[in-house]
């Protein structure tokens, strides 16, 4: 690192993670150690752990106890956050949405599942599973979980008195921030063709969405399965100052 600036060595070496995180990295992939770092760039621990701890509150990285350190999902901010809105689409459309509760259950969530939600894996996860209509036409299969630590008196009751986001802020203070999304084209299983009442084997799109809270802490992963011959996905994009 060049010292011929009066910029603090831990900022530099944010500089240099960052770098790093953004051109050589995946999402949830394990970075080096404290110790580690501090050996290979032969600089104190304690710059190491101020640079981690800076680059974790902008969002980079994540660190899970006796586990060590992680790309954030959000390694690359951005000004635009992308929202979808199911119920406004339909209702642009004519349509009347509706949603039905399928599921509710708290369980142990896989390896898998506790690295998107931030939790380690004896942690309690939330799933909410849905079926959307529109104008009764069955149209997306949707599969929600939440951190339990976060929504621990969450009931079907209440979700089927308000909507979920409105729960999460009015009843837990948990308002989503930042949304990250990715989608890609896929064919319906024979269960979910049961469900969407369609043949097996359609094309459907398949949607993941992690949203993020202001502390950049993960407080939903959605996977949906939307049909192929009747959804149109829109997004709209909101400008944040």
């Known amino acids: 690192m060049n010292e011929n600036t009066t910029e603090p060595k831990y ?8 770098t790093y995180i953004q051109e050589n990295m995946r999402a949830n992939q394990k970075i080096l150690s404290e110790r580690e770092i501090a050996q290979r760039l ?7 752990r101020k640079a981690l701890d800076e680059l ?12 060590g350190t992680f790309v954030s999902e959000k390694s690359v901010p951005t000004a635009l956050n992308e929202i979808y809105s199911f119920t406004e ?8 949405p509706k949603m ?4 509710f259950k708290v369980f142990t969530p896989n390896q898998e599942l506790a690295s998107k939600l931030h939790v380690v894996s004896q942690d309690k996860v939330i799933k909410l599973k849905y ?6 036409v069955p149209m997306m299969i949707e599969e929600t979980y939440l951190p339990y630590s976060k929504f621990p008196t969450l009931t079907v009751d209440a979700l089927s008195k308000n909507s979920l986001y409105s729960i999460m802020k009015t009843e837990f203070n948990q308002s989503i921030h930042v949304v990250s999304e990715s989608m890609r084209a896929s064919l319906i299983s024979s269960n979910e063709a049961k469900l969407l009442k369609v043949e097996d084997g359609s ?6 969405r992690t949203s993020f809270n202001k502390l ?16 149109v996905y829109n997004y709209k994009y909101i400008h944040q100052d």
Not at 100 to 103: A, S
Not at 203 to 208: A, E, G, K, S
């Open 89 to 96: 689409q339909m209702e642009q459309l004519g349509k009347k």
């Open 131 to 136: 079926l959307r209509t529109a104008d009764d």
């Open 203 to 208: 094309p459907c799109l398949n949607v993941r």
């Open 100 to 103: 039905e509760l399928l599921e």
């Open 216 to 231: 950049n802490e993960p407080i939903e992963f959605t996977s949906c399965i939307a049909r192929g011959d009747q959804f």
């Open 56 to 67: 974790e509150k902008k969002g980079y990285i994540y660190k899970v106890h006796g586990k």
């Open 11 to 18: 900022q530099k070496l944010v500089k240099r993670i960052k």
């Open 42 to 48: 032969s600089i104190s621990r304690y710059t190491v």
